[in-house]
Nanobody
Framework: QVQLVESGGGLVQPGGSLRLSCVVSVASGLAFGAYAIGWFRQAPGKEREGISCISAGDRSAVYVDSVKGRFTISRDTTKNTVYLQMNSLKPEETAVYYC?????????????????????WGQGTQVTVSS
């Protein structure tokens, strides 16, 4: 069983920064690094969208255009944690942020990223960008 727990959300002013964390408990015998991890968000009244992904083995990091240059995804295998550093936040980025995992080495898992490719999900953390 794989479990994901997000943290680090909160209230931030426009232009501010937050770092989200996603702690992943992996299945016995499998390496954390063998999972692709994606970050998604869902704003009120909108569909969930993929915003970033790091592939298994950290071979690639993917960002959607709207966050490129402002968000950075990273993995710490010693802590089984993936981070999403978010800078220059905008009010329209107010949303519940989710991390998700899928076991697999293919780069296609981070294509998009698309939520249909991910098998395991966290409960989400609220990010509110407001003055």
């Amino acid at each position: 069983q794989v479990q994901l727990v997000e943290s680090g959300g909160g209230l931030v002013q426009p232009g501010g920064s937050l770092r989200l964390s996603c702690v992943v408990s992996v299945a016995s015998g499998l390496a954390f690094g063998a999972y692709a991890i994606g970050w998604f968000r869902q704003a009120p009244g909108k569909e969930r969208e993929g915003i970033s992904c790091i592939s298994a083995g950290d071979r690639s990091a993917v960002y959607v255009d709207s966050v490129k240059g402002r968000f950075t995804i990273s993995r710490d295998t010693t802590k089984n944690t993936v981070y999403l550093q978010m800078n220059s936040l905008k009010p329209e980025e107010t949303a519940v942020y989710y991390c998700a995992a899928v076991l697999g080495w293919g780069s296609h898992y981070c294509s998009g990223p698309r939520e249909s490719l991910f098998d395991y999900w966290g409960q989400g953390t609220q990010v509110t960008v407001s003055s």
